[in-house]
């Protein structure tokens, strides 16, 4: 049952690691998104580009301002999860 239960630790902070190393691409992407959106809205320019190349910046620029701190975090859950497999396979 110990087991189970640290296994089920395991994915529930899986899940939390993923959604912290997601969010700010995601949130940044969105904001970027709806911005340029009420911009070609109140503009009626229709241009795919206009869409594109500022969200691919913006998330470039993201990735290098926190692309350390999401590969440390990714860093030590993958560590924590490597203790955890030895740890199960001495039992």
């Known amino acids: 049952m110990d087991d189970t239960a640290s296994l089920l630790a395991l994915a529930d902070r899986m899940l939390y690691i993923t959604a912290l190393v997601a969010a700010p691409v995601l949130l940044a992407s969105l904001a970027v998104g709806i911005v ?3 911009v ?3 503009t009626s320019v229709n241009e795919q580009t206009l869409t594109f190349v500022p969200k691919l910046g913006v998330i470039a620029l993201v990735l290098v301002v926190m692309g350390a701190s999401m590969l440390g975090l ?5 560590q924590e ?3 955890e497999i ?3 396979g001495k039992v």
């Open 86 to 88: 030895a740890r199960l």
């Open 81 to 83: 999860i490597f203790g």
């Open 74 to 78: 990714v860093g030590d859950f993958t």
């Open 36 to 38: 340029i959106g009420i």
């Open 40 to 42: 070609q809205a109140a």
